[in-house]
């Protein structure tokens, strides 16, 4: 069936609203512009960070996102929901396609939102949580000792071994201790893969649900450049944003044998924790679980993990130390420890080159989360830029040039590798996306 053309609707509606904006309000509409150059002038190796499709940005301002309905398709507590009833159905249905899961919930404003549905909709006040302590990659999510919530769940937590994987030994130990009621995997700085199965084991030891924060992979994941959690877990979360070129919000998933249904995590989150859901923000989500489906984007993350290795060899090459050893996905941690610069300070001196990593803590960090001993860099940009493995390789080079300068307390003034990256990194920003993706 042929869509009906937008010229007389959403189209001319966006005309004369961004018109309407200029007119209005300049000084906002000349901060999108510079944000607008910013993108094409630098390179974001921010691992958190992913380039957004622009027609996930189209999708929110078709006007979904003024529709006020609580609840979900076919049980609103309001009228006029016809239309964001099937936006929402669209989007659950391609997230369970893409992910292969049992069931989808589409609602959640964010990540962290996705988690916490689960952590307050599912557990009871004062039942155990096992999850990854924050300075080994975990997220202030998984009832981290400085978030809110740990003050009414008991939580403990694991640790990596040197390799950048859990020691099974230890985290069955920790079962049999905590008893947790939910043991939770994944993490926002883990370079290596996580293995489900060794979760899984640990799990049913003391019968515990598992659920899989897969918000820095589920890219890698859809793709098939990771292992999927969907046989091993009970819930899966993961934000839209980071890898998958969506909007900001949030999904849940259910595991493919899990004994959490759609239905509880639909309790979970309406009204459990939220009220009204953005149905501007779901309608990109479908956009975007659409384009994660095709060929572009799964070639997009094959490139995600084989750039991380590149800029991972390089910067050991360099004498670099990193955690876990390197990477198997499109995360890289560089272990400062010791170092004469900071994890911040080499931000600010990177930022300054026109490429954008953040500072981040590393395992048993001696220096506080405002400057670190580690930097995060990802490949979640780079791996859509229309630049070819040479051009990866020679930039991998120059930056982790830079990095061990640094590092050994060379004056970002005074290192010339930095003015040779500068100039890199602009003509790699200007190379523009890979043909097949509008950002």
Sequence with gaps: ???????????????????????????????????????????????????TLSEV?????????????????????????????????LAVRRAEDLFGAQGANVQPLSGS????????????????????????????????????????????????????EPDEDELLSLVR??????????????????????????????????????????GLVAAGAHASPMPYCDVVSTSTYKQLCGPRGGLLLCGRRSPVTRAMLDRAVFPGLQGTP??????????????????????AMHRATRYAGVLADALAASGVALVGGGTDTHLILADLRGAAATGAQVEDAL????????????????????ETSG??????????????????????????EVVARLRDGESPRECQAARRLTATAEGLAAEGFVAGFSG
């Excluded at 189209?58 to 936006?87: C, I, K, M, N, W």
């Excluded at 953005?278 to 070639?299: M, T, W």
């Design 278 to 299: 953005d149905f501007g923000a779901i309608a990109a989500k479908a956009v975007a679980l659409r384009f994660a489906a095709g060929p572009v984007f799964a070639e």
């Design 375 to 400: 930097i995060r860099l990802g490949t979640n940009e780079l791996a859509f830029r229309a630049v070819t493995d040479d051009q990866v390789a020679a930039f991998a080079a120059e930056l982790a």
């Design 1 to 51: 069936m042929t869509a009906a053309p937008l010229e007389a609707g959403p189209a001319a509606a966006w005309q004369e609203g961004f018109a309407a904006l200029a007119a209005a309000d300049p000084t906002l509409v000349e901060l999108a512009r510079r944000q607008h150059t910013a993108r094409r002038t630098r390179l974001n190796l921010v691992a958190a960070a992913g380039p």
């Design 113 to 164: 939102a996705a988690n916490l549905a689960v952590l307050s909709g599912l557990l009871k006040p004062g039942e155990p949580v096992l999850s990854l302590e924050l300075s080994h990659g975990g997220h202030l999510s998984h009832v981290s000792g400085r978030a809110n919530l740990s003050r009414w769940v008991e939580s403990a937590h694991y640790h990596l071994t040197a390799a950048g």
């Design 177 to 218: 201790e905590v008893r947790p009621r939910l043991l939770i995997c994944g993490g926002s700085a883990c370079p290596r893969k996580i293995d489900f199965a060794v979760f899984r084991r640990a799990a049913d030891e003391a019968g515990a649900l598992l659920m899989a924060d897969i918000s820095h992979i589920s």
């Design 351 to 370: 930022r300054a080159c026109g490429v954008l990593v953040n500072k981040n803590l590393v395992p048993d960090d001696p220096r506080q989360a405002g």
């Design 57 to 89: 940005v189209a999708a929110q301002a078709l006007g979904f996102g003024s529709v006020t309905a609580e609840g979900y398709p076919g049980r609103r507590y309001h009228p006029g929901a016809e239309q964001v009833d099937e936006v929402e159905r």
